[in-house]
């Protein structure tokens, strides 16, 4: 059986005005993963930009950033100081376009940066508000990359990621577990009106069956948008390919949740219930 691989999901409030509180709190659950042993962490969707899709992004978009801009470089800093890899959201500019893209991006242990996944799907307006997702950001590929993760103990995982409403839709979980072991996925949107314990059981009905991992980070805490508190509830979890909950986030828990991971761990009772391609 192969070894196993510790991953973390780290929460982090939301952001205002000044990210220097933000980049604390992020610094401080990568020091916590690296120290458990994590091999790969995973972040919040626009990891360190408040969530704001129904103001004027007029207001915004000059936050966007380059593949190769500060936020990365900082990202890529940490992942190489701490030596494990960190999956995290940006607003990424492209070149010749008018709007950015809703990135997931991977820092390797060596500082070296790759975009793996951005939102294809945006959502509509919430009810009541001018603006969405759509007047933010350009719709990103509907496909994207996994790349090879290297952990301790010569290990490695093919990781890839989805954007947050990206993952409601069972194609976007076909096509991003194509060639992956496990799957990322970034949230950061407000609490969606769902029933208590239907995020966790959505991503692990999903991990079961396509048979990957699933490592979630999102927001926690209160931020104001429009004048009006929006509500995040911190789901951060990690999910095995068998789709158990291995690890979940708690609000007095420490800053990361960390688990050990094992792969091919997927009994052969499950396997034969499962469908196949």
């Avoid at 691989?5 to 933000?22: F, T, Y």
């Avoid at 603006?131 to 093919?158: I, Y």
């Avoid at 239907?198 to 931020?223: K, S, W």
């Avoid at 094992?262 to 052969?268: N, R």
């Amino acid at each position: 059986m192969t070894p196993p691989c510790r991953v973390a999901a780290i929460p982090v409030g939301p952001a205002g005005p000044d990210p220097d509180a933000l980049w604390r709190e992020v610094e401080a659950g990568i020091s916590e993963a690296a120290a458990a042993g994590a091999g790969l962490a995973v972040l919040p969707e626009l990891t360190i930009l408040p969530f704001v899709a129904g103001e004027d992004p007029a207001r915004w978009r000059h936050l966007a950033e380059p593949a190769d801009g500060p936020t990365a470089r900082r990202m890529a800093a940490l992942a190489r100081r701490h030596r494990l890899a960190l999956v995290f959201g940006a607003s990424l500019s492209e070149p010749g376009e008018a709007l950015p893209l809703n990135a997931a991006l991977l820092a390797q242990p060596d500082g070296s940066l790759v975009r793996i996944a951005a939102k294809h799907r945006l959502p509509p307006p919430l009810p009541g508000e001018r603006f969405g997702e759509a007047d933010h950001f350009q719709s990103g590929p509907a496909e994207g990359r996994a790349v090879r993760v290297g952990f301790p103990g010569g290990v490695s995982l093919r990781v890839a990621a989805l954007v947050c409403y990206d993952r409601r839709y069972p194609e976007a979980w076909d096509a991003a577990a194509a060639g992956a072991d496990l799957v990322a996925i970034l949230v950061a949107g407000p609490a969606p009106q769902d029933p208590p314990g239907f995020f966790t059981a959505e991503l692990a009905g999903h991990a079961r069956r396509c048979r990957v991992a699933a490592v979630a980070a999102a927001r926690h805490g209160t931020e104001h948008i429009l004048g009006r508190p929006v509500r995040h509830d911190g789901d951060s979890l990690v999910v095995g390919p068998g789709g158990h909950l291995l690890a979940a986030w708690q609000p007095d828990a420490p800053a990361a949740v960390i688990s050990p991971l094992v792969i091919d761990s997927l009994p052969a009772s499950v396997r034969l219930s499962l469908p196949t391609a």
